[in-house]
């Protein structure tokens, strides 16, 4: 396996138990240096985000639960196997968001998906709810939620009271992000420390701005936005 420069080889060691950031190999840190390239072309900003999209839906896949499941082969054997269980759903915070959902449709084919739209309110500065619309059956759903990036949390923070307030559980619900800061993690944890953060990056900290440093800018501008 190929070894990584040593300050990109490990994820920061003391994040919140219910943070599961991605196996930091090659393929991943190649894969985000290349969208975090200001000179990289919206087409390949797409391409490699779809990438580390995909490995994100696989891992938080991984956290659903398998039952037991017995198939014949086309050898007439008896394969004792697992099947899965629970129904799940997308749910996207827009924009950014949306981009996650055509890897979850790759990996889930008939996946409902529902869409937050979270905006911060001008004069309380608080993440304010703008319009959800959700699958009438979510609280008997999983839910995968998908936002990109995760600066402050709070934006996160009301969608998951959102779902909540449907009736999804907390553990119930898989936030998958592609860069992520402790401050955010933090925040996260200390209000749904059972709501698990899938993430294929933890990044340094957050600035003055609330951007995520290093970071790699507006995610959302860059994938949806042509230069
Ligand atoms: N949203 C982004 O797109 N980028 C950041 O750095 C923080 C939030």
Avoid at 144 to 150: A, E, I, R, Y
Wanted: proline share 6%; glycine share 8%.
């Amino acid at each position: 396996m190929a070894s990584l420069p040593a300050h990109l080889a490990n994820a920061p060691s003391d994040l919140p138990p219910n943070a599961c950031p991605l196996p930091r190999t090659g393929q991943l840190a190649g894969l985000l240096t290349s969208i975090r390239d200001k000179n990289t072309n919206r087409g390949d900003f797409i391409f490699y985000s779809d990438r580390i999209i995909r490995l994100l839906v696989e891992e938080g896949l991984n956290h659903l639960p398998v039952v037991e499941k017995t198939v014949t082969t086309p050898t007439g054997l008896e394969y004792k196997g697992v099947g899965f269980e629970g129904k799940i759903c997308g749910v996207s915070i827009m924009r950014a968001g949306e981009s996650m959902e055509a890897g979850l449709r790759e990996c889930c084919r008939a996946v409902r998906i529902g869409k937050i739209l979270i905006q911060r309110d001008e004069e309380t500065a608080q993440a304010k709810l703008f319009y959800a619309k959700l699958p009438d059956d979510i609280a008997n759903r999983y839910c995968l939620l998908l936002d990109p990036m995760l600066a402050t949390g709070g934006s996160a923070i009301k969608a998951i009271e959102v779902l909540i307030d449907h009736g999804v559980p907390q553990e119930r619900i898989i936030f998958l992000n592609l860069v992520s800061c402790p401050e955010g993690l933090q925040a996260m944890y200390d209000v749904y420390p059972q709501v698990k953060i899938v993430t294929a990056w933890v990044d340094e900290k957050l600035n003055e701005q609330k951007y995520i440093v290093p970071g790699l800018g507006d995610f959302g501008d860059r994938y949806f936005t042509s230069n």
